[in-house]
């Protein structure tokens, strides 16, 4: 096995960077590296769900993934996204804190997902503009405050006044987000943890499929 | 009894008639009153009018967590700026919104050694006038109509007989450098120069301490509110917790309780992997806080007995439930986490601003009609 995933796992910032210039420099296929990278994710990922990793490794690894890209992009001679699920996501109108839509946007680019972040305070509108552009089959909302709920309530009327609801699975998520936020908004899923977040997308890939 | 010595009665776990309770209300009292938002800076005295309009709206309650509309006299140096300032109506937020932060980095790596060598307080002198564009004297100022406005409505509250539980401000060191440096920046900061981090933490104790003190005796009120939520074991394992964070915390909760002031800590996020760490500070003297993703449940098995637990009906159930699942929540936080005392019922946080009237004043009336387990 590459020692990527390891390095990258074990959060060894210099370590990767070495590893993955030389690869390059060695005129290794870029995709291969940039699939250890996302091994090195997912074992991270495992040592979170595990409780041996925690919302920091998650920052730290995801911090590592992102340079790693910039170094691998470049030689990409195809679109790393090609074949990924698209994934719109966005902390909605209203609401500009961006931490945990941050964290969950670097955690999906990690898990192969191809993620159109839109930012903060989202319009409904911007959100539908997206999903009709993309053609993504995932919408993420993200929202700390109550008064999101009602924003992120107002979208997905949004989403289905575009005809686009039977097409679009939706998870909200959010430090305050309950069941109670579930039901109010009609939403599919929900979730206060970002990793959750990503196994709940990849569960929607498979029930598009 | 009175609201003073109820609130006492439960920091020292002594009995009472029954259990106080301290709703966290701002945002939510403008909202009442029609206003767009308690702004400290542009409508003071209604803010403060449209807070004690709705004190007897609901009824009246045992604390008030804040005279005036802010944290008292040297609350500038105890709270990191926080980036730009944004409130609702503004820059295209809609009016139905609280004010947010939308933070950004206004501390250099550098700065850590500055904090080192220099101390925070002194550090600050050349911080915040860098950060605000504003003079020392201009920041002195702006606090002292703060203090003004908070000595004024803390003597109001106390011809009430109403305990005023926050005299000082403290927002824990790492939150304050989190807070100043980014919540993922910060983190690489401990990932990539953990000794330079710890060094500023330790080196910002000793301030810590000198203003919660001097503070508390300026404001006659002997509580400090220690603000924290970027320490917990959401955010950080336990490791990281027990070599930067939590020695910090027992420095300052040592000192000052030793000194005779309250420390009630404001514990917002999962701190439940954090518990046992807490019987190690001052027993009766501490009053824990959870903002409804702590399991409270939980905190009580390991708590109890060691100091109050205050909380946590969540912002979500005040805002989209009913009055029989708040009735139904209070009550099951009346019987099990307030057996045998020690209990402050709260919401978890703040109050949101857009809560149901008569959820709160459920939350509010239930410990008014249940009276508290005692076991045999």
Sequence with gaps: ?209 | MTPRERVWAAVRLEPYDRAPVIPIIGQFAARQAGMASLDRDSNRMSAVEALRKNFDDMGGYDGKIVAGVTWPISSWRANAPRGRRVLPGQDGVPDNFSVQYDEQVTMTVEDYDTIISKGWNAFCEEYFPRVSGLSLEQIEEYNRGLLDIYLEDAAYWKARGIEVIAGALVVSCEMTLSLARTFPQFTLDLHRMPDRVQAALEAMVPDFIENVLRDTKASGVPWVHISLERGSGAYYNLKTYERFFFPQLKKIVDAVTAKGVACWLHMDTDWTLNLPYLRELPRNMCVCDFDSITDIFKAKEILGGHMCIMGDVSPSLLSLGTVDEVNAYCNRLIDVVGRDGGFIMSSGCEVPLDAKFENVKAMIDSVKNRPYPVSA
């Design chain 1, 1 to 209: 096995m590459s020692e990527i995933p390891t390095a990258l796992a074990e959060l060894n910032e210099q370590e990767v960077a070495r590893l993955v210039r030389e690869r390059l420099d060695a005129g290794d296929d870029p995709m291969a590296i940039l699939n250890d990278c996302r091994r090195g994710m997912d074992i991270v990922g495992e040592r979170y769900k595990a409780g041996d990793y925690f919302l920091s490794e998650l920052i730290v690894s995801g911090e590592i993934f992102k340079d790693s890209m910039k170094l691998i992009e470049p030689h990409l001679k195809t679109d790393a996204n090609a074949s990924a699920t698209r994934v719109v996501l966005g902390t909605v109108k209203g609401d500009i804190h961006n931490i945990g839509k941050d964290i969950v946007a670097v955690l999906l680019k990690g898990a192969g997902f191809e993620v159109h972040d839109l930012g903060i305070d989202v319009k409904p509108a911007t959100f539908v503009d997206k999903l009709k552009e993309t053609g993504a089959p995932i919408l993420g909302m993200s929202g700390l405050l109550t008064p999101s709920f009602d924003s992120m309530k107002e979208t997905i009327e949004a989403v289905k006044e575009a005809g686009l609801r039977d097409k679009v699975k939706i998870v909200i998520g959010g430090g305050v987000v309950t069941e109670l936020v579930l039901r109010h908004t009609g939403a599919d899923a929900f979730t206060d943890d970002g990793l959750e977040g990503v196994e709940i997308c990849r569960r929607f890939v498979q029930e598009v499929k």
